[in-house]
């Protein structure tokens, strides 16, 4: 239960409110242990989703009862849950500022700390802090230790932000069109999909989840093989000429130690085309 609660962002007490309530379904048991799943979740940010709206928890109660026992709202809320479903699968860590200190050492300035407050990486929990995420934690710490300035780490992570979220776009415009694009036209209509569509689009995108992620590392694999070459091409060109220093004085097109003619004064060969043209063209 504290799990399900840290991962749905609310207090246990709140919890076990809903669970009193009746507006979370029962866990799954094994003897004396009790199961919640990402379905548990999925109905915790529902109810998060209608408090927005602003709906009343008595409200959200007679919905969730109509759940029960009436088919359409029980596919509209189905379908919300469905969507509603993380794909992220980040762990927050909690940490004191001794310990976020500890990471970045001697680079927890205030102006750090203010940036990663507006990207979002930490957050205050009372006297703590929160990272949004394990992972990126651990690469921002690594990066760090190999010497890259916490403030030049945080700014790249300010323009991943804004890249990332826009190949985030490109998926769900795919899937808004072409996975949710028939239920969304009927719900406009005044129609609600029923329980079979909603199995199907639950499916769907569940199976498109990994899909995405498989798509992504595997572009962002190749785009930084294609980086990696120009910037190595780039350097060896850069240095071995000044180091090379030679000249072909004599014209004679030979080998510099760069191991390119230098092309001055090397004669044409009537057989290779030229920018003209063909030979005699």
């Known amino acids: 239960m504290a799990e399900l609660a840290k991962e749905a962002g609310i207090t246990v007490r709140t919890l076990r409110f809903y669970r009193e309530r009746r507006l979370l379904p029962p866990p799954r048991r094994e003897g004396r242990i009790a199961w919640y799943n990402e379905h548990h979740l999925a109905r915790l940010r529902t109810i998060a989703a209608l408090l927005e709206r602003g709906h009343t928890l008595g ?31 980040e762990t927050p860590v909690r940490l004191t500022p001794e310990e976020l ?50 403030a030049a780490v945080l700014a790249a992570g300010r323009e991943l932000r804004v890249q990332v979220d826009a190949i985030a776009g490109t998926f769900t415009e795919l899937i808004r069109t072409h996975v949710l694009g028939d239920a969304l036209a009927r719900i406009a209509d005044g129609a609600l999909p029923d329980a079979a569509e909603v199995a199907r689009i639950t499916e769907t995108i569940e199976r498109l989840r990994p899909i995405a992620e ?68």
């Open 214 to 281: 498989s798509v992504v590392d595997a572009e962002l694999s190749m785009a930084i093989d294609r980086r990696v070459r120009a910037e190595l091409n780039a350097w060896l060109t850069g240095h071995a000429t000044p180091a090379a220093g030679k000249e072909d004085p004599a014209g004679t097109g030979e080998p510099t130690e760069t191991g390119q003619p230098t092309g001055e004064g090397q004669p044409a060969d009537p057989e290779q085309p030229t920018d003209a043209g063909p030979a005699g063209g």
């Open 101 to 150: 200190a500890d990471h970045f050492e001697g680079q927890v300035t205030a102006e750090n700390l203010a940036a990663s407050l507006d990207i979002g990486y930490v957050a205050v929990d009372g006297d703590d802090l929160v990272h949004i995420s394990r992972r990126l934690l651990d690469a921002s710490t690594d990066l760090v230790a190999k010497g890259v300035p916490l």
């Open 59 to 89: 409200g959200i109660a007679d919905l969730l009862a109509a759940f029960e026992n009436g088919r359409d709202v029980a596919e509209l809320l189905g379908l919300h849950s469905a969507l509603a479903v993380p794909w992220s699968r």
